[in-house]
């Protein structure tokens, strides 16, 4: 499973809100729901997320091995 955890200690830590993505980077509200809810988003939206927090893949997500 992957797991987007990370995501959001990275943006608390680089002091970037939900609001800040959606209104100044048009970052659709579902984009980060699908975040929220650990499911699929694209290579492309990683890609967007790290050039706005400036940051790593495992910045942002993690995969977690399921038992």
Request: aromatic share 8%; with cysteine.
């Amino acid at each position: 499973m992957i797991s987007y955890a990370n995501l959001w200690k990275t943006m608390k830590e680089k002091g970037v809100t939900q609001y800040t993505l959606i209104k100044t980077h048009g970052i659709s509200p579902s984009q980060i729901t699908r975040l929220k809810r650990n499911e699929y988003v694209s290579t492309h939206t990683i890609d967007i997320f790290c050039k706005i927090l400036d940051c790593r893949v495992e910045n942002i997500m993690e995969y977690i091995k399921e038992e």
